[in-house]
């Protein structure tokens, strides 16, 4: 009789593709899935009997803030407890390699840990430190924009000479040579906004012959939204590059309602070039605490503050009568901090969710001592919240956007399937009884429903928690087939 390393019996099986789920036996073995079909017989040193539940590939979260914690908190139990087995990293143009700092971190890099934390002045070294941490995820990675803008620049406030976009696309292309999945950018920064388009088009110009993607944090969520996506646009057709729009999203007040506009640009662009967009399922986002986006009309709580640590999860106005300052001043006197934005319409949020250009992507910030809750829950969220009681979603679609649709859109080779020969990186679950529990009062709790995880056919997780074993793997760039 053939021989598997485990035998999981009479699953649903949701297999990435969006169809409609079947009721199968997987077996797994080496790492890889064996074989999948009806009753099959094969001697497994683990059997799981799994009537009742779904295995779906594991879910791929798209963009996180990842980039130290792979490495420094290897367990990565927010991720595992979600079902998510590969994280992209190096998002909004922060990356955490490669990075020669030459004092405290820039906002927003503060994001991704202090000074110790950028250790790593190469990509190659990174992946060197990421192998040797053997996360228990997966981890692709982009380049930040920011990033190498910070390694060739003396100043971040104006625009770069040819002198140093040639510099950071030599840089770029090293990257690229060592398996990153492109080029990312934050131009809503201050660190990035003097980047202008010539800039971006000149710099994105290694893309090309890598096949790689450009994946942005738009100069704009706001009034000038439009503008700024066709800003993206056009630096993914001077490049011959897919474009990804990072968590789309309609901010503030004024621009709620407007999703309908901003998804029709979204599909004019897509009848003439590979574009597509990431989101999370919350009608709040979470970064460094910005002065233009204080508006005393939107909640703001503080997730963190360096000079005033006691602000974390509080009130911005709160605090603001407490120290009997406008939300501006006090603002001010908190800052370098991380604050949540209760700046976007549910409406707009689960338009978006709901296109098929959409990706799943947690944003989640694993730095911040009070964190968005959606670092613990985004994808729960999903299936429990917006498939099982909104309808908003069915879970084929849902699961389909966590697995298949990303790993043809960054390149990952045999992930993102249920099938023959691909890595077994599974998520059996109860569609029944997966929800997320993280909220913003007690954002770091773990979510239920997530029965098993297997990363590269090892067990990472069970209802009970991690197991404590560590497959994952650096992932790098392989041809990239878009779908959608």
Known sequence: MLTCDTLIRHARVADGTGGPPEVLDVALRGGHIEAVGTSLRFEAARLIEAEGLELSPGFIDVHTHDDTSVIDSPLMLPKLSQGVTTVIVGNCGISVSPVRLKGAPPDPMNLLGSAEAFRYPSFGAYVEALEAARPSVNVGALTGHTSLRYNHMDRLDRGATDGEIEAMRTELRDALSCGALGLSSGLAYLSAHSGTAEELHALAEPLTAAGAIYATHMRTEGDAI??????????????????????????????????????????????????????????????????????????????????????????????????????????????????????????????????????????????????????????????????????????????????????????????????????????????????????????????????RVWVNGVLAYTSKGATGARAGQFVGRSKRSWTD
Not at 367 to 385: I, S, Y
Request: with cysteine; net charge negative.
């Open 226 to 451: 439009l503008d700024a996506m066709q800003e993206a646009f056009s630096v993914g057709r001077a490049a011959d590059s897919p474009v990804i729009i990072s968590h789309l999203k309609c901010a503030g007040i004024a621009n709620w309602g407007r999703s309908n506009e901003v998804l029709e640009a979204l599909e004019l662009a897509r009848r003439t070039q590979p574009v597509g967009c990431d989101c999370y399922p919350y009608a709040a986002s979470s970064t460094t605490l910005d002065l233009r986006q204080v508006d005393e009309r939107v909640e703001i709580s503080i997730t963190w503050s360096a000079p005033h640590p006691e602000a974390a999860g509080q009130s911005l106005a709160v605090i603001a009568r407490g120290w009997e300052l406008s939300q501006l001043e006090a603002a001010r006197r908190l800052q370098p901090a991380g604050a949540i934005y209760h700046s976007m319409a549910e409406e707009d949020m689960r338009r978006i969710l709901a296109h098929p250009a959409t990706m799943i992507g947690s944003d989640g910030l694993p730095h911040d001592p009070r964190p968005h809750p959606r670092l613990w829950g985004t994808f729960p969220r999903v299936l429990g919240r917006y498939c099982r009681e909104q309808k908003v979603l069915s879970l084929a679609e849902a699961i389909h956007k966590m697995t298949h649709l990303p790993a043809t859109r960054f390149g990952l080779a045999k992930r993102g399937l249920v099938r023959e020969g691909y890595y077994a990186d599974l998520v059996l679950l109860d569609a029944e009884r997966i929800a997320d529990k993280a909220t913003y009062e007690d954002p770091t709790r773990a979510s239920e429903g997530i029965e």
